[in-house]
């Protein structure tokens, strides 16, 4: 089945700065590449995906990019403000079945003012 | 966006008893629905898939006749802790995916904190 590593466990970073968290998975059937962000008590919250037939997408701060030959898609947030301060979590999925989601192990992000 | 309703929020029941937990889609019609479970400062782990009208798919390792899962209609599905046990306190986590939509986004619920004393 599919596995999904996440790096690093931790970021600190100084407001303003760029963050980067890197995403490796294992199955080449998978597909579609979901970021969410987690706070506090919360559930998580989708804030940027990617298909497999796209190398990267764009959302304000937020980018997302795919490596498919590597197997690797990386989450990058820029000019970060203190409110960016969360869990975050890659996943994955394929499109066979139920089209189930396997996630990273989660990379708490500390903003700094 | 599509919006996942989770209730209760929180509970706090004794070991040995049973509580439910309620997972609805209020915007959206889901045929699919998935329950997560997450430990403290770890990430979500799927318990099971539900489908509308037919019986969970659940993953290995998880006891089908401790976390009974019932998705009536589609809108609504619901996860029972039987017989819960202090090991069994979580968070718990419910998803929905909206088959209008053009993705496989899955929308997730806020979460309901169990706490077996």
């Known amino acids: 089945g599919e596995n999904v590593e996440q790096h690093p466990s931790t970021l600190s970073v100084q407001e303003g700065d760029s963050a980067v968290i890197k995403c490796t998975y294992s199955?080449?059937?998978?597909?579609?590449f979901p970021w969410y962000k987690q706070e506090l008590g919360k559930g998580p919250q989708l804030i940027i995906d990617?298909?497999?037939?796209?190398g990267e997408k764009k959302d304000q701060r937020i980018a997302v990019t795919l490596n498919k030959t590597a197997k690797h898609f990386s989450l990058h947030i820029t000019e970060t403000q203190p409110e960016d301060s969360a869990v975050y979590f890659c996943?994955?999925?394929?499109?066979?079945?139920?089209?189930?989601?396997?996630f990273g192990t989660g990379t708490r992000l500390l903003v700094s003012p | 966006g599509a919006v996942v309703s989770q209730h209760p929020s929180w509970v706090i029941c004794k070991s040995g008893t049973s509580v439910k937990i309620e997972c609805r889609s209020l915007?959206?019609?889901?045929?699919?629905m998935f329950w997560y479970r997450q430990f403290p400062k770890q990430s979500l782990m799927l318990m099971a898939t539900?489908?509308?009208?037919?019986?969970?798919?659940?993953e290995q390792g998880v006891e089908k006749d401790k976390f009974l899962i019932n998705h009536a209609s589609l809108t609504l599905s619901t996860l029972t802790v039987t017989s819960a046990h202090p090991e069994d306190s979580s968070l718990y986590i419910c998803?929905?995916?909206?088959?209008?939509?053009?993705?496989?986004?899955?929308?997730f619920g806020p979460g309901t904190r169990l706490t077996v004393l």
């Open positions: 998803s929905a995916r909206d088959p209008a939509s053009a993705t496989d986004t899955q929308y």
């Open positions: 199955d080449s059937a998978s597909n579609y």
């Open positions: 990617i298909r497999s037939n796209v």
């Open positions: 996943a994955a999925s394929d499109r066979t079945g139920f089209q189930k989601l396997v």
């Open positions: 915007d959206f019609q889901a045929t699919t």
């Open positions: 539900s489908n509308e009208g037919s019986k969970a798919t659940y």
